[in-house]
T-cell receptor, first 116, second 112 residues
Framework: GDSVTQMEGPVTLSEEAFLTINCTYT??????LFWYVQYPGEGLQLLLK?????DKGSNKGFEATYRKETTSFHLEKGSVQVSDSAVYFC???????????????FGQGTILTVHP | DVKVTQSSRYLVKRTGEKVFLECVQD?????MFWYRQDPGLGLRLIYF???????EKGDIPEGYSVSREKKERFSLILESASTNQTSMYLC???????????FGPGTRLTVT
């Protein structure tokens, strides 16, 4: 079945440091890829997405590129802020047959803490 | 904005109790989901529903059941709560199209 593997955390950075969170996936079909963010005490929010190979999703200074050849979707940000402290989840959806609904498969999550 | 609400943020129940977790969405979405979130395991799908009165098992349905009597409401039921069901439970809804799921704030359930 489908699976998503994220780099192990937690990740601790100083403000303005460069961030990379690795994500690789295994899927039988042709998935769409997502990064979700969960701020303390809140539910998950979609951060960015990419639906086909070589697409780059971006939002709030975060970027991730859909790499089919390496089955990866690494999250990057050039300069993190304290407010970026959260849990980040990589996820995918693969549609099969004629279904119109999607089931997300999530990675285990990476805790990011940014210090001033 | 889409709003997904869950009936409780925190819940404490005793082993053997029947537990109901309610989820309501206000966007007329057809698809709704229940996940549990545990440290180091990410989110795991318990059940989902793609229409009223329709339900499908997810990856970890054992010990749970669901009810979808109205389109906007999706309930998760723990028939006889056990301590290994202590977890964060997240509800989500999804419209047709680009497959963005909208999540509720979660219910942290503790079973003692």
């Amino acid at each position: 079945g489908d699976s998503v593997t994220q780099m192990e955390g937690p990740v601790t950075l100083s403000e303005e440091a460069f961030l990379t969170i690795n994500c690789t996936y295994t899927a039988t079909g042709y998935p769409s890829l997502f990064w979700y963010v969960q701020y303390p005490g809140e539910g998950l929010q979609l951060l960015l997405k990419a639906t086909k190979a070589d697409d780059k999703g971006s939002n709030k200074g975060f970027e991730a590129t859909y790499r089919k050849e390496t089955t990866s979707f690494h999250l990057e940000k050039g300069s993190v802020q304290v407010s970026d402290s959260a849990v980040y989840f990589c996820a995918l959806i693969t549609l099969t047959g004629g279904t119109s609904y999607g089931k997300l498969t999530f990675g285990q999550g990476t805790i990011l803490t940014v210090h001033p | 904005d889409v709003k997904v609400t869950q009936s409780s943020r925190y819940l404490v129940k005793r082993t053997g109790e029947k537990v109901f977790l309610e989820c309501v969405q206000d966007m007329d979405h057809e698809n709704m989901f229940w996940y549990r979130q545990d440290p180091g395991l990410g989110l795991r799908l318990i059940y989902f529903s793609y229409d009223v009165k329709m339900k499908e098992k997810g990856d970890i349905p054992e010990g749970y059941s669901v009810s979808r009597e109205k389109k906007e409401r999706f309930s998760l039921i723990l028939e006889s709560a056990s301590t290994n069901q202590t977890s964060m439970y997240l509800c989500a809804s999804l419209g047709t199209g680009p497959y963005e799921q909208y999540f509720g704030p979660g219910t942290r359930l503790t079973v003692t």
